[in-house]
């Protein structure tokens, strides 16, 4: 045991009478261990005197009384959290439809606006010259009503003189460069072909 | 109607629904409650501060309270953790703070009646207040609530090699610090 253990357990009345007289034996013949006693004791007296202190009447009546008004209010307020809560919620949620509702009908709108301003030709091209695969894309749905849109907009007369197998539209070919795509007897047919239709 | 002597029916009677049960629970311990937070914040006003956050604390907690400890080792337990904490966060808002933080004025009324021991609580806590958090909680255990280190090791979860040395370093702090006060 060391001295400060020594010093609390005879101070705070720890000590049996048989270790309290040798530790009194001790302090005789050590002058710097009663030093350091008389030290440890002064301290030892100010906590002694400040160790019950009992309180005023007046705050110790009201500890309880001021315990339940702040658990009132806690409660109080957790409700009033959840009822805000509750409307921002509604609000977040009514906004995020309103905005999805929006943007879908925008959708709709800008594809009619994309296809109203195309040419009979750029239509056609969307799908050649880009070589979208619009399957992959699109679903069903969205590809039936591309479709209808594309049969709605483009010229019938168009789509007929294409359907028919007389005639070949170029994407913008420069038919003197025919030799650089076509082998020699493929351009005399086209040539000729070319010299019984309306084009040339 | 319950034991107010026996801890154990005061708790299940609360538990059951009798708040009276709870108000006497907070008459039994609120003094030591009280003082063990005012030497850990220094103040009156801080440790009424703490002194209500225990309560609350003790008011949801108590249903989970295990019984794997006597109930004011438990309370004592939530007050000096929430001392604790209160004194850091104290801290921190100072650091940030512009402003010169200083405890609120005393109180309208005397806490404390009795003036010889008002002096001296006043010497006290001047000297407790300049210890380190660590060296001030082990030293306050040790010598106004008599725990051994063992019991303080329980509380604090703090090793008691670590006790001890905190112990030693406070100690002698404190005695150097009685030197201006003789």
């Known amino acids: 045991m060391n001295d400060e253990e020594k010093f609390f357990r005879f101070l705070n009345n720890k000590m049996s009478n048989q270790e309290k007289n040798n530790f009194k034996k001790e302090l005789i013949a050590s002058e710097k261990l009663l030093e350091e006693f008389n030290s440890y004791k002064k301290i030892f007296g100010y906590i002694n005197e400040t160790k019950t202190i009992s309180l005023h009447p007046a705050y110790s009546e009201n500890i309880i009384p001021a315990f339940r008004k702040r658990l009132n209010k806690k409660n109080k307020q957790r409700l009033y959290f959840k009822f805000a809560y509750g409307i921002v919620l509604i609000i977040v949620s009514l906004t995020g439809y309103l905005l999805l509702d929006q943007n879908k009908n925008n959708y709709a709108d800008t594809i009619e606006q994309i296809y109203s301003n195309l040419t009979n030709q750029e239509l056609d091209n969307l799908y050649t010259d880009y070589d979208i695969d619009l399957e992959k894309i699109f679903d069903d749905t969205m590809l039936n009503n591309i479709d209808s849109m594309y049969m709605e907009k483009v010229d019938q007369n168009y789509i007929e003189s294409y359907s028919s197998s007389d005639v070949i539209p170029f994407n913008n070919l420069d038919i003197n460069e025919l030799q650089k795509y076509m082998e020699q007897d493929q351009m005399e047919l086209v040539y000729s072909e070319l010299l019984n239709k309306k084009i040339l | ?182």
Do not use: C
């Open chain 2, 1 to 182: 109607m319950p034991d107010l002597n026996n801890d154990s029916e005061l708790i299940k009677d609360f538990l059951s629904g009798n708040e009276s049960s709870f108000n006497r629970i907070v008459l039994k311990y609120q003094e030591k409650i009280y003082w063990h937070a005012r030497r850990m914040t220094g103040n009156h006003f801080d440790a009424d501060e703490v002194l209500q956050e225990v309560l609350l604390v003790m008011y949801k907690k108590l249903a989970a309270f295990g019984h794997k400890s006597s109930l004011y080792t438990w309370i004592y337990t939530i007050t000096n953790t929430r001392s604790i904490n209160f004194l850091k966060k104290k801290n921190i808002i100072h650091m940030f703070s512009l402003d010169d933080i200083r405890s609120k004025p005393d109180e309208k009324i005397n806490i404390i009646v009795d003036l010889d021991k008002k002096e001296k609580l006043k010497t006290v806590e001047r000297i407790l207040q300049k210890l380190p958090i660590k060296q001030r909680e082990i030293f306050i255990m040790r010598n106004y609530n008599e725990l051994s280190y063992e019991e303080a090791s329980e509380i604090t979860g703090i090793s008691i090699g670590a006790l001890k040395a905190n112990y030693f370093h406070a100690l002698n702090k404190v005695k150097e610090l009685m030197k201006d006060y003789e």
